[in-house]
């Protein structure tokens, strides 16, 4: 009896269930709009999610011109993006610019920046639009991902992908796996979890008792703080966990505000209440000050630098009594993450050199899990060592909007000058370093760094050790006899934990690399490069320095922005106080 009222109840009890038939669904009809609200949308069916496919962009497909003619639209167009707060657009006057890297005279887009005020403000509209948006039936606000998810698919794949190859110099390639593919898996997997999450009940409720768990969004507003170098991150921080009934500031990064404004333009298009995320472009001491200061806050969905994220915690944490609810701390921060190479991948050298070439140069090595060390056996490095060298020195590194370039520059100048004097200089006056190719910048006209590959004696070193960033790798070679204290060794060398990658067919070896690196990484990868998880497949995050490991892209993952409510209704009357161990 799924609703037990004093009607059902009797019509249950005198086994007359024809006779209580209009009575129960009387009584069902009258139970009204906020029980339905509640209780209905388990049962929804959601259609059953695939992963996107990915275009070739083959010269003369469909899909390559029209890309190339939504770069052609953004020549000499210079976006005005607004902060947008509960639907309203403010355009602050206070402005800052954000360029094409690869090409830093070239402005593409103004962004005006949200004040403290305004983000209080924010604050105050998302806590008005809460209520009613948690109480909005999963399936209506199921269509509306969905939905978004189509129209990424769709109408405004193009526009995704050129103002992410333009804004964050992606190539062609990597700007599908990540604005398109990516940030469409996420959306559809999440309903697809989220339903599945929702049919999760008691499976007892005795004679009498009907026991059920109801899924509350969080009693506050989440702030979510997104990074430059994935489009697909951005969407997913801020609007999955809307998905589950709540609301949002979503700061994007300054470098890949072009981008996330056209993301959050296709919310509006699809549905998305006002004021359910609002978009505000801000400084990152305002923003965090802000939000951190508000008894409001439920949770912080974070990507970005380590220092970030551990002032946010503080901050937190100094301000832990002020809030309604402890808040929820979510983040995915940095890596220094490894291909580990045994003597028993010579019969495979080619992928072990194809794998890094593309794990570490991809995107000018700025994916959290891009390779950045590497340990290779004494007998295979010279082989390893050519290969790859050949492979850069045919590598085409230049503008994205070339479809023949590889890779492009790194993000700003900021970035650039941190490795060129941190590390290229650092690598330079080091007897241990080694150059096998590379080692400058350049950056008359873009952020260009170019591919690198050091060889070290010093596994310790900071090359080894702290997260550079950018196409760099450096590379350990070890006596062969010696692989497994090389695999302590690689489990120690650095605070991170996010992703690592073994080479070998010695299953003896496989094995033993599991139980050393067992907390190494957060994505293992077996004769496969360190970076491209998949939603779906490989659910992304990692510990120790890398963040909370909460994986981004699987079902656990909605389970953090949600607060279950259990719920247990008796329905017979309780006829006595007393118990029998306590009677005469």
């Known amino acids: ?50 992963n996107e496919p990915v275009f070739d962009f083959k010269p003369g497909s469909q899909e390559r011109a029209d890309v190339e003619k939504a770069l052609s639209d953004l020549r000499g167009h210079v976006e005005e993006i607004p902060c947008v707060i509960g639907g309203r657009e403010v355009f602050t006057g206070k402005t800052r610019t954000q360029v094409a890297p690869y090409d830093h005279q070239r402005a593409i ?12 403000e924010a604050i105050d509209t998302a806590m008005v639009v809460r209520r009613e948006w948690d109480n909005t039936p999963f399936e209506h606000r199921a269509s509306i991902f969905l939905r978004i998810a189509d129209l990424l698919s769709t109408k405004y794949r193009p526009q995704v992908l050129a103002t ?35 049919r999760v009940q008691p499976d007892i409720s005795p004679p009498g008792v009907w026991n059920r768990m109801l899924y509350r969004g969080l009693e506050g507003f989440i702030a979510a703080i997104s990074p430059f170098n994935f489009t697909a991150i951005g969407g997913n921080l801020s609007a999955t966990p809307t998905l589950m009934g709540n609301v949002a500031l979503w700061k994007p990064a300054s470098t890949a505000m072009l981008s996330n404004w056209t993301v959050f333009k296709i ?16 400084s990152g001491p305002t923003f965090g000050e802000t939000v951190t200061s508000s008894e409001h806050l439920a949770a912080i969905n974070f990507t970005g630098s380590n220092d970030t994220f551990n002032w946010l915690w503080k901050r937190v944490g100094q301000n832990i009594e002020n809030y309604r609810t402890f808040p929820r701390l979510v983040g995915e921060v940095g890596g220094k993450n490894y291909h580990f190479v045994h003597p028993s991948a010579e019969s495979d050298i080619d992928t072990v050199v194809n794998c890094t ?50 890779t492009s520059s790194v993000i700003d100048e900021a970035s650039f000058d941190r490795i060129s004097t941190e590390f290229l200089d650092y690598a330079r006056g080091n007897p241990d370093v080694k ?52 695999l302590h060794l690689a489990d120690t060398t650095s605070i991170y934990g996010l992703t690592g990658a073994v080479f070998g067919s010695d299953r003896a070896f496989i094995a033993k690399a599991l139980e050393i690196l067992r907390h190494s990484a957060g994505n293992f990868y077996i004769n496969d490069k360190s970076t491209g998880s998949v939603v779906g497949q490989q659910p992304f995050g990692g510990a120790r320095g890398s963040g909370t490991n909460d994986k981004a892209g699987a079902g656990s993952y909605l389970q953090r922005w949600v607060s279950p409510l259990s719920i247990k209704e008796t329905t017979v009357p309780v006829t006595q106080w007393s118990y029998p161990s306590i009677d005469k």
């Open 1 to 50: 009896i799924p609703f037990c009222t004093d009607d059902i109840l009797s019509a249950y009890r005198t086994r007359n269930l024809m006779a209580g038939r209009a009575r129960v669904l009387g009584a069902l009809q009258s139970l009204g709009r906020g029980l339905h609200r509640c209780y209905s949308s388990p049962a929804v069916a959601v259609p059953a999610p695939r």
């Open 109 to 120: 887009a103004n962004f005006h920046l949200a004040s403290e005020d305004m983000i209080k």
């Open 164 to 198: 992410t190859m333009v804004g964050q110099a992606k190539t062609v390639l990597q700007a599908e796996i990540d604005a398109t593919c990516e940030l469409i898996d996420f959306y559809r997997f999440a309903v697809h979890y989220a339903a599945e999450l929702y």
């Open 267 to 282: 919310y509006r298009e699809a549905g998305l209440p006002d004021g359910v995320i609002n978009f505000m472009p801000s």
């Open 357 to 406: 070439i593309r794990g570490t140069m991809e995107y000018s090595g700025q994916k959290c899990s891009a390779t950045a060390r590497m340990y290779v056996p004494e007998s295979l490095w010279p082989k390893i060592c050519e290969g790859m060298v050949e492979i850069i020195k045919q590598m085409k590194v230049a503008t994205p909007e070339d479809f023949s370039t590889f």
């Open 435 to 486: 150059t096998m190719i590379g080692g400058n910048g350049d950056k008359s006209v873009g952020y260009f760094i170019e591919p690198t590959i050091y060889q070290t004696t010093d596994p310790k070193n900071k090359l080894m050790e702290e997260e550079v960033f950018g196409p760099v790798l450096t590379v350990y070679v070890y006596p062969d006899k010696d692989w497994e204290q090389t």
